[in-house]
């Protein structure tokens, strides 16, 4: 192919991959997908010496968890999961039942300022982690 044809025809597919990307955003609009909330995920790290067999989320003060996925058991010793954080507001109480059933409840961590939850084995209260986008 000589110069000026590859050149016209970059030309040709930039443009059409543009038209294609401009596009896109209208065409998710039409689908109801501008009224959603954007989908925010929150960090687990279990630095504690125990598996945790079981994850619940609720609003800060309420008793309505809604049960987290975790697969398999979270291993201790710095494994760590993502998960999707459900609806709702920013202050969160996150319940953690590790292997042979203790549980602990972790009240008012705010999902929206930190990214996620260091579990700790010596004093059992969590330590959040700052959100690395905030620019604080």
Request: proline content about 7%; hydrophobic content about 40%.
């Amino acid at each position: 192919m000589n110069p000026t044809h590859a050149t016209a025809f970059t030309v040709m597919l930039a443009a059409a991959l543009g038209s294609m990307v401009v596009t896109a955003a209208p065409a998710r609009a039409m689908h109801g997908d501008a009224g959603r909330r954007p989908t925010r995920y929150f960090n687990l790290v279990n630095a504690t010496f125990d598996s945790v067999t079981a994850l619940a989320i609720a609003p800060a003060g309420g008793d309505g968890f809604h049960d987290i996925d975790l697969g398999k058991p979270l291993q201790g010793g710095l494994n760590s999961m993502t998960f999707d954080v459900p609806g709702g507001g920013c202050l969160r109480d996150i319940r953690v039942t590790f292997h042979g059933g203790r549980i602990l409840l972790y009240p008012h961590i705010d999902v929206c300022r930190y990214e996620g939850l260091r579990l700790k084995p010596q004093d059992n209260r969590p330590v959040p982690s700052v959100a690395s986008s905030s620019g604080d």
